[in-house]
C-alpha cells in the first residue's frame, strides 16, 4: 500500500513551509549531527512507526568525499513511497524523497507531526481500500449465487476466480474443455443474466462437434458485406 508521492510532497512542503533550517559547516560535524539525529528519531518517533538508519554514500571525485545521512524507514516499509532521506545539501539539513527536498531544523515535533499527517492519509487510504473489498466481496457473492442455482438446474460444474475487477467464472463444457466468461464487478448485474443463455448455447453447439476460440483482434483484413 503506497501513499501517492504528489500528496507526501505536498505535505511535506506544507508542513516545513515555515521551518528555519539548520546549518552546519564541515563534513564531520554533520555525521555526528547525522548521528544523533539518528538516535533522536529512534527514541521520540516510536509513536508515528519510524526508524532511522545510517546510510553512506561517496562521491566519486578527486577527493572521493564520503556523504552520510538519515535513511527514514515508515511503517517497517524499506521500500515505499513514504520513505525518505535527511542529509545536508550545501551545509543546509534538509528532508528529501530525491525529487522534493525541504529545509528542516531537526525538531522531533515537526518530524512527528509530518508523520501523523501521513498516518491519516494511510488511514483514509485503508478505508478505501477495505471499502472497495468489501463492495467486491459482496459483488462476488451475489454471483456465485446465482451460479450455483444457474449450476443445479442446468447441471454444470463451475469454478471461481476474483481479482481487484472482475470475476472469472470458469464452466466445465466437456471432460477436456472449458469455458471462461470474464464478469466486471461493475457490470455483473447485467451480465449474469446472459450466462444461462450463454452456457446452453455453447454446450449444444459442442454437442454439435463446433468448437470455439475467443482471442484479442490481430486482424486488418474484414470482408464486409452489410
Known sequence: MKIKKSIIRSILKETFKDVTPLVIEGRY??????????????????????????????????????????????????????NLWVGFEENVLTLSDYSTEVGIDGSMEKLAAFYDKLELERDKLLFEINKKEKVKNIKANAIESAIIELAKEDK??????????????????????????????????????NVRETVQTIRQLTEQGLQFKIKALTRTAWKKVF
Request: aromatic share 18%; with cysteine; proline share 1%.
Open 29 to 82: 560535524k554533520q555525521q555526528e549531527y547525522i548521528e544523533e539525529f539518528i538516535n533522536k528519531v529512534n527514541k521520540s518517533c516510536k509513536a508515528q512507526k519510524l526508524k532511522a538508519n545510517k546510510t553512506t554514500s561517496y562521491y566519486h571525485d578527486d577527493r572521493k568525499q564520503e556523504y552520510v545521512y538519515a535513511s527514514l524507514y515508515w511503517h517497517d516499509s524499506y521500500y515505499d513511497s513514504s
Open 156 to 193: 454444470f460444474e463451475y469454478y471461481i476466480e476474483t481479482n481487484s475487477i472482475r470475476l472469472n467464472l470458469y464452466i466445465k463444457i466437456t471432460s477436456t474443455s472449458e469455458l471462461l466468461i470474464l464478469i466486471p464487478f461493475s457490470k455483473f448485474q447485467d451480465a449474469i443474466k
